[in-house]
């Protein structure tokens, strides 16, 4: 079985080194390189195998990350890219997705997810880890494969039932008094909130009130 090249570029030297110790345990894939910043660029020619997976650190302390994919890109016009990140900001991976990207990992997750992750990529697929399954990436992911330049909206993004809970939780109810107000049950209010905060991009009830506010005042 033919191995999956990677580049790999992380700031951080602790969780660099634990990352290529994963993969490289794994015999279908090889670490070719490593860098920490946009010193990558410089180095390509060097390497004796050409990537076809780019792992990158969305969040580089002294590169800007989309600015040095699309060096990358240039040079790797066939390589995939896979942002890494702890906690995803929505316009980050917006951003993110727009410049090209093809999958996107927590790196807190397990090892079987980096490597489904990155054999999905490799083949070509787009990929989120199943914590953020149908959420905004997702959505923005399959608008910009349809070549549209408008983004999803939160009417598009959430069910009825969803919208009837976010208006709830923006009049401060708790998920008590949502469930008897929708004649649901408490675990049922309990799965729309987590929905609503992955589809939302956002990670408390708070910051849904915030959000509903924000839209009401536009």
Do not use: C
Not at 61 to 69: K, P, V
Not at 104 to 109: D, E, P, V, W
Request: net charge negative.
């Amino acid at each position: 079985m033919a191995k999956i090249h990677i580049l790999l570029i992380e700031d951080n030297r602790l969780l660099q080194e634990g990352i290529v110790s994963m993969l490289d345990s794994q015999s279908e894939f090889e670490v070719v390189a490593r860098f920490e910043d946009s010193d990558a660029v410089r180095q390509l020619k060097s390497l004796a195998l050409s990537p076809e997976v780019v792992l990158m650190d969305l969040g580089l302390a002294r590169t800007n990350t989309l600015s040095l994919m699309a060096l990358l890109q240039k040079e790797l016009p066939l390589a995939k890219f896979i942002a890494m990140d702890m906690i995803p900001d929505q316009i980050d991976i917006i951003e993110f997705v727009k410049a090209g990207g093809h999958g996107f990992i927590l790196k807190n997750a397990p090892i079987e997810d980096w490597i489904s992750t990155i054999k999905a990529v490799a083949r070509g697929e787009k990929v989120l880890p199943p914590s953020l399954t149908n959420s905004l990436f997702m959505q923005i992911a399959d608008s910009i494969s349809q070549h549209s330049d408008t983004l999803p909206t939160e009417s598009i993004l959430l069910t009825q039932r969803e919208r009837d809970v976010v208006k709830l939780i923006a009049d401060g109810l708790s998920n008590k008094e949502i469930a008897e107000s929708l004649h649901i049950a408490t675990f049922t209010v309990k799965s729309h909130v987590h929905n609503i905060l992955e589809k939302l991009a956002l990670s408390t009830r708070l910051q849904i009130a915030a959000y509903i506010r924000k839209q009401e005042n536009e």
